[in-house]
T-cell receptor, first 111, second 113 residues
C-alpha cells in the first residue's frame, strides 16, 4: 500500500540555522499539507499546497517558512532561520479523495 | 471558529474491555470527521471517517464511530480492546474537502492486562 514518506526522521540543529524537511507524497495525490505538533500540544496546520502553489496557510506559517515541490515527487518545507520554538514534530500529508494520509513525521530539535 | 474537544487526556482500560473515546466538535455546519491513531514513534494512521450518510461508520482494527448531530459528537468505540491498541487517538474535523484538518488534543489510551 502506498505511503507518505518523510526524511529525515530526526534533525537536530542550532538556532538560526536553515533546515529543509522532505516529504514524498503518495503518487497521484493532488493536495499536500504540512502540520506540526509541539510536544504536548495539538497537531496544528501550517500550509497546504495545490497545483504548484500555496492554497492556504496558517498564522504560524510566516516569512521564515517556505514550501516547494521541486520535482514530481518531493514536497519540502524550509525553515530559514530556526528558533527554539520551532522544535516540534512536523508531519506531511497528501490527499486525493478528501482524506489526508500522513507521513511518519520529522522530529526537529532546535538548540 | 472550528474546534475539536477531546475531554479525556488519558484513559486506561483492561484488555478485552470495551472502549469509548469522546470527541465533540464546534462548527456551523456538518463537518467531515476523522479519527486517527498514533503509535509511539509512528505517524498518524487513519482509523475511520465520516462524510455523510449512515451515522455509524466502521473503520480498521475493529473500531467504529457514531456521528450524533444533536450532541455535536463523534465518539470512537471498540467492543474489545487489545494490548496493541495502546496509542494516542486524535479526532479531527475538516470543514469541506481538501481543507486543513482541525485536531483535538488527543487521548492517550493505555491497556492493562
Amino acid at each position: 500500500e502506498p505511503e507518505v514518506t518523510q526524511t529525515p526522521s530526526h534533525q537536530v540543529t542550532q538556532m538560526g540555522q536553515e533546515v529543509i524537511l522532505r516529504c514524498v507524497p503518495i503518487s497521484n495525490h493532488l493536495y499536500f499539507y504540512w502540520y506540526r505538533q509541539i510536544l504536548g500540544q495539538k497537531v496544528e496546520f501550517l500550509v497546504s499546497f495545490y497545483n504548484n502553489e500555496i492554497s492556504e496557510k496558517s498564522e504560524i506559517f510566516d516569512d521564515q517558512f517556505s514550501v516547494e515541490r521541486p520535482d514530481g515527487s518531493n514536497f519540502t518545507l524550509k525553515i530559514r532561520s530556526t528558533k527554539l520554538e520551532d522544535s516540534a514534530m512536523y508531519f506531511c500529508a497528501s490527499t486525493r479523495d478528501e482524506t489526508q494520509y500522513f507521513g511518519p513525521g520529522t522530529r526537529l530539535l532546535v538548540l | 471558529a472550528q474546534s475539536v474537544t477531546q475531554p479525556d487526556i488519558h484513559i486506561t482500560v483492561s484488555e478485552g474491555a470495551s472502549l469509548e473515546l469522546r470527541c465533540n466538535y464546534s462548527y456551523g455546519a456538518t463537518p467531515y470527521l476523522f479519527w486517527y491513531v498514533q503509535s509511539p514513534g509512528q505517524g498518524l494512521q487513519l482509523l475511520l471517517k465520516y462524510f455523510s450518510g449512515d451515522t455509524l461508520v466502521q473503520g480498521i482494527k475493529g473500531f467504529e464511530a457514531e456521528f450524533k448531530r444533536s450532541q455535536s459528537s463523534f465518539n470512537l468505540r471498540k467492543p474489545s480492546v487489545h494490548w496493541s491498541d495502546a496509542a494516542e487517538y486524535f479526532c479531527a474535523l475538516e470543514s469541506s474537502g481538501n481543507t486543513p484538518l482541525v485536531f483535538g488534543k488527543g487521548t492517550r489510551l493505555s491497556v492493562i492486562a
